[in-house]
């Protein structure tokens, strides 16, 4: 077992190189804990496809360029590309062109996302026209890079990108704020690992960082959009004004997830320092506070901008079964939150922690599945 005070803490100057969702085809890795998000993005398709039909189709003879930011590794990515690129080709077809352009698509994320597996799960390039590819669906009809870099900064060349589409990625923030870390100052947050229910100035400190970050975002965007482009976003979001209310991320994050981490304090595997320097860096936006940034920058049309129930994260077989409830809340915790879990206190002790958070959820599995329910934050915006 890691030793009480591990050293090897996520700093925020590392939290972009070493953050990522959990890699591989493991338990509790992404690709196996993302059905949930697959089925959020499904039930917004027609949204999707709405944002898409305002797109400007340019000559066929310029690539159209898709990108997804914030894609992680799994096949949730590869599936949503698929949709936006099949729905621009039935518009082309529609129109007096005669044949729909050559489409290029970026996959982004932070560089330690798993990439590999991400490129493995790809299909392969259909070699024959692209006519051809379009009309398959064992074949991708697109050419496909990976870009790596955080999305709160540039990423492409300016005017160079038709559709930007990013989904439950932009509630991870940049950082954990400084002042959030910082004993000395009244927004360190004692006692707790995410701001579900932290005092004001914690939660102040988290919701301008999220706005800080969020307005990098279009800045950046802002440049790289090609003249009657479109981009659509989903993150997670709250219905509640009071940002220490964090809805569904709440619940995730703030019960048994922080009794865990307490539980490890009270038996002395840790430290409460060492549970009170590790925060999850997730902001859960309200519809204001996500619309003020959106306005403040002035580039974007809002074509919808809107809070809808998402669902819950958890998807299982028996929901009578708590143990497989349990199970399920600890991997979808663990998916997104494991690698940053692994490098404050170490993989043993992270086993140890997600073991009582499955344990902890077995034992309110009911109240789980009635409570857990996710919103999220829809926003679909065209250059102005
Ligand atoms: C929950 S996953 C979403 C994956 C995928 N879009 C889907 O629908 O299943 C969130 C992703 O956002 C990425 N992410 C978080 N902060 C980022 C940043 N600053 N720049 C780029 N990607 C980031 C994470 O690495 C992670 O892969």
């Known amino acids: 077992m890691a030793p009480v005070g591990h050293k090897s803490d996520v700093s925020n100057e590392s939290l ?12 509790s890795s992404y690709v196996n804990n993302s059905q949930a998000q697959a089925q959020h993005a499904r039930s917004m398709l027609h949204l999707l496809r709405e944002t ?15 990108a997804d930011l914030g894609c992680s ?10 949709v936006i690129i099949k729905h621009i080709t039935k518009r082309y077809e529609a129109t007096d062109y005669e044949q729909p352009p050559e489409f290029s698509a970026f996959f982004s994320d932070l560089p330690s996302n798993d990439f590999n597996t991400l490129f493995q799960l790809l299909p392969p ?7 051809e590819c379009l009309a398959s669906n064992s074949h991708r009809s697109y050419f496909a890079a990976g870009v790596p870099g955080s999305f709160y900064r540039r990423l492409f060349p300016a005017k160079s990108v038709d559709v930007f589409y990013s989904a439950f990625s932009l509630h991870w923030l940049s950082q954990v704020p400084d002042i959030v870390l910082d004993k000395r100052s009244t927004a360190y947050n004692k006692g707790k690992i995410f701001i579900h229910g932290a005092n004001e100035s914690t939660a ?41 209310d964090q809805g569904g991320a709440g619940l995730l994050f703030g019960t048994h997830f922080q009794d865990a981490w307490d539980d490890l304090v009270q038996e002395g595997l840790i430290t409460s320092e060492k549970r009170d320097n590790f925060n999850i860096p997730v902001y859960a936006p309200s519809l ?25 994260p ?13 199970r399920a809340l600890a991997n979808s915790c663990r998916s997104v939150s494991g690698v940053l ?43 102005a």
Request: proline share 2%; net charge negative.
């Open 16 to 27: 972009e190189k070493t953050f990522s969702m959990k890699g591989g085809k493991g338990e």
């Open 52 to 66: 898409l039909d305002l797109v400007q189709l340019n000559s066929p003879e310029i690539p159209f360029v898709v």
């Open 73 to 82: 590794c799994g096949s949730n990515t590869i599936y949503m590309i698929d």
């Open 125 to 131: 390039y259909g070699g024959g026209s692209m006519e």
């Open 204 to 244: 102040t400190a988290y919701k301008k960082q999220f706005q800080g970050d969020l307005a990098g975002f279009l800045r950046s965007r802002s440049k790289e959009m090609k003249r009657g482009g479109s981009m659509f976003l989903v993150c997670l979001g709250r219905t509640s004004l009071d940002p220490t």
């Open 288 to 312: 204001h506070d996500f619309k003020e940034v959106v306005e403040a920058d002035g580039s974007f049309i809002i074509n919808k901008l809107d809070v809808f129930r998402g669902g819950s």
């Open 314 to 326: 958890l998807v299982v077989n028996q929901p009578d079964d708590a143990a497989e409830i349990g």
């Open 341 to 383: 879990v692994d490098a404050h206190i170490g993989d043993q002790l992270s086993e140890e922690l997600f073991y009582r958070v499955e344990h902890r959820a077995s034992s309110q599995a009911k109240e789980l599945l009635e409570q857990l329910q996710f919103f999220h934050i829809v926003a679909s915006l065209s250059l």
